[in-house]
């Protein structure tokens, strides 16, 4: 029997860190967590009030972010060495503990895990908004994120330029539906925030990208109609390179193994020196995700479409500090299901 070997302040401190570090959408940062009274395991409990009822009404988007904050959890702790244990939605009767991660003891001399990079890539992993130069990301390197995403329990599609296109058509299709929407704009623009506003939610307004000058990539348009706000154009690169990630099955489990994947694809670009900015339009309405799927295949299910190649660093977007709740105070609960 392993000896349970308590967990300090200042590693729990560090762990948190790292999981806030993932990125949500929108960056609605809807985690919460929880030390259990013996400070073994860290409870990671989704928060109803930080959702998009319009962009994602059952809570998909939600569980890709926890599962990101999650997989950061993971990896913070393999740094520390500590064998993590992550039970995904382990209480049917709490619908909003998402997942749990039991520091099971520390990590043997055979059990350290080679450095590539990934737990550094927590902090310098940033969403970039900004046109990429269209130097083509090498085979090797899409490789490794390809089986990064296979390695969480999700798969890592890229398609040809035949392919490219129809999923850039498909994403500018969602994003002329959201700008058609007075209210998904109106939810939308309720997270950006002005410069110096006092919340560590929502996307400032520096954070924000420009337009493509030749409407090629669709990029998110985050202040429709407010022209003001509105960046200059940009001229993208020609040559879009994009990554469909996406799952064989469509439970809440599988939307949290989508965003550990996720969270390892993007990490593993970025310990490469490859940017990376998420297209999330088209999964936002049924039949578009639907014809995001792959071609002829029944059971592929679309998670996110990511764009990947070399340019300029993202923006940082603020982040409120990890807190614990200890005892039995409980988080609030998420009471939907799929």
Not at 108 to 137: C, K, N, Y
Not at 169 to 196: Q, S, Y
């Amino acid at each position: 029997m392993r000896t349970q070997v308590p967990v300090d302040a200042a590693t729990v401190e560090s762990l948190l860190a790292a999981a806030v570090a993932a990125p949500s959408i929108h960056n609605t940062q809807p985690w919460r967590f929880r030390l259990d009274p013996d400070g073994q395991v860290l409870e990671v409990h989704s928060v109803p009030a930080r959702t998009l009822p319009l962009a994602d009404p059952v809570h998909r988007a939600q569980y890709l972010s926890v599962g990101a904050a999650v997989f950061n959890l993971r990896l913070a702790a393999v740094h520390h060495g500590w064998r993590p244990e992550v039970r995904l939605l382990p209480d049917p009767y709490r619908p909003g503990l998402l997942a749990t991660v039991r520091l099971t003891g520390p990590l043997a001399a055979d059990e350290q895990p080679r450095d590539l990079g990934l737990h550094e890539a927590i902090t310098q992993r940033h969403t970039s908004r900004m046109p990429f130069t269209g130097r083509p990301v090498p085979e090797p390197i899409v490789a490794e994120m390809t089986a990064a995403a296979h390695a969480a329990g999700a798969r890592l599609y890229v398609p040809d330029i035949t392919g490219t296109r129809r999923l850039l058509r498909l994403t500018a299709a969602a994003e002329a539906r959201n700008h058609a929407d007075p209210d998904r704009v109106a939810e939308t623009l309720a997270w950006i925030k002005a410069p110096g506003a006092n919340t560590p939610y929502g996307i400032p307004v520096t954070a924000l990208g420009p337009p493509d000058a030749a409407a090629r990539v669709p990029m998110r348009g985050f202040t429709p109609g407010l022209a003001a706000l509105r960046r200059p154009a940009l001229w993208f690169e020609r040559h879009v390179q994009l990554a469909l990630l996406w799952t064989g099955h469509d439970r809440r489990e599988d939307w949290l193994r989508a965003g550990q994947a996720l969270q390892y694809v993007l990490l593993t670009a970025t310990a490469r020196g490859v940017r990376t900015s998420l297209l999330h339009q088209p999964m936002e309405w049924f039949d578009l995700r639907t014809a995001m799927a792959l071609p002829g295949h029944r059971r592929c299910h679309p998670q996110v479409l990511i764009r990947f190649g070399y340019g300029p660093d993202g923006a940082r977007t603020p982040r409120a500090a990890g807190r614990i709740a200890t005892g039995s105070t409980a988080p609030a609960t998420d009471t939907s299901r799929n």
